[in-house]
């Protein structure tokens, strides 16, 4: 199987603008959550959608949101970045509750 | 918020030696897992151990982990220059999503 694919892969943005990103889950997979890594805050849980609902959600700004499609794919959208929000996206899906995550690349977004 | 805390946050060892690391958490789980990341890329999952189990192999990996003192350690025998990495490990709590809460990190430096 195709592993968990993110797209885009790099993005430089400056303050203000909002900012979409993709999630291609594993094929079957049904649990996408979200993730931002920074040197400061480390890795810290944004939210998690599983059959297009959105069913935990981490301490974030309403800045923040996301949504899942049908196929399980998932967005996330920043708007009015600032510039704290420089950041590794990375993008997990699960099969079920509770076991493994597997990630993607992530994104590497740059707020100038 | 983080939950884990990992101790040493780095570790400098040389090919051939054992290393170990730390890891404590706050509240109840369902299972902990333990996570490897190279250089800013996406996370790897190692190996992951279920609340009622006390040790778990994998290859080269042993993790134990204690709840009632909440903690884990990961060891990681024979090393090698590969496995430098950062480890992280990471608590799903008992509410059946699939949310990873992550702790901040050992980073390991295996020489040659």
């Known amino acids: 199987k195709a592993g968990v694919t993110q797209t885009p892969r790099y993005l430089i943005k400056t303050r203000g603008q909002q900012v979409t990103l993709s999630c291609s889950p594993i094929s079957g997979h049904r649990s996408v959550s979200w993730y931002q890594q920074t040197p400061g805050q480390g890795l810290q849980f944004l939210f998690e959608?599983?059959?297009?609902?959105?069913?935990n959600k981490g301490n974030f700004p309403g800045r923040f949101s996301g949504r899942q499609f049908s196929n399980s794919r998932s967005e996330m959208n920043v708007s009015t970045l600032e510039l704290g929000d420089s950041a590794l996206y990375l993008c997990?899906?699960?099969?079920?509750?509770?076991?493994?995550?597997?990630f993607g690349p992530g994104t590497r977004l740059t707020v100038l | 918020s983080q939950q884990g805390e990992e101790d040493p946050q780095a570790l400098s060892i040389q090919e051939g030696e054992n290393a170990t690391m730390n890891c404590s958490y706050k509240t109840s789980i369902n299972n902990l897992q333990w996570y490897r990341q190279n250089s800013g890329r996406g996370l790897v999952h190692l190996i992951l151990i279920r609340s009622n189990e006390r040790e778990k192999h994998s290859g080269r990996l042993r993790v134990t982990l204690d709840t009632s003192k909440k903690s884990s350690s990961l060891l990681i025998t024979a090393s090698r220059a590969a496995d430098t990495a950062s480890y992280f490990c990471a608590t799903v709590d008992p509410s059946g999503y699939s949310t990873l809460t992550f702790g901040k990190g050992t980073m390991l430096l295996v020489s040659p």
């Open positions: 959608y599983f059959s297009e609902t959105q069913r």
């Open positions: 997990a899906s699960s099969s079920s509750e509770g076991v493994r995550g597997f």
